[in-house]
Nanobody, 123 residues
Framework: QVQLVESGGGLVQAGGSLRLSCAAS????????MGWFRQAPGKEREFVAA????????YFPDSVKGRFTISRDKAKNMVYLQMNSLKPEDTAVYYC????????????????WGRGTQVTVSS
């Protein structure tokens, strides 16, 4: 079965950096788009970043553009989210997701999900 396992979350000071990792297993992800979403208490799940597994095309919303970078290591079946210049409003549970031809801003169009990792940015 497909498994996505996030790691790397934790507590970081505002302005600092953190790198999240997603270990993907259970199938080949060629043809898939890998994404990161986040959800803060009382808020909707929000699209953060995406990368196509094969081509490496990346996508970001304005809220994180210029601060976050997504990458993948095909040989290791890993997806990364490098987060720089972190702000308190980045605090959320971050989820790794995978989907075939998803609509990036629509979480329900991603087929597979990890269980999430907490990121807390202190002020």
């Amino acid at each position: 079965q497909v498994q996505l396992v996030e790691s790397g979350g934790g507590l970081v000071q505002a302005g600092g950096s953190l790198r999240l990792s997603c270990a993907a297993s259970g199938r080949t992800f060629s043809g898939y788009t890998m994404g990161w979403f986040r959800q803060a208490p009382g808020k909707e799940r929000e699209f953060v970043a995406a990368i196509t597994w094969s081509g490496g095309s990346t996508y970001f919303p304005d809220s994180v553009k210029g601060r976050f970078t997504i990458s993948r290591d095909k040989a290791k079946n890993m997806v990364y989210l490098q987060m720089n210049s972190l702000k308190p409003e980045d605090t959320a549970v971050y989820y790794c997701a995978a989907g075939l031809a998803p609509s990036l801003a629509v979480p329900g169009t991603f087929q597979y999900w990890g269980r999430g990792t907490q990121v807390t940015v202190s002020s």
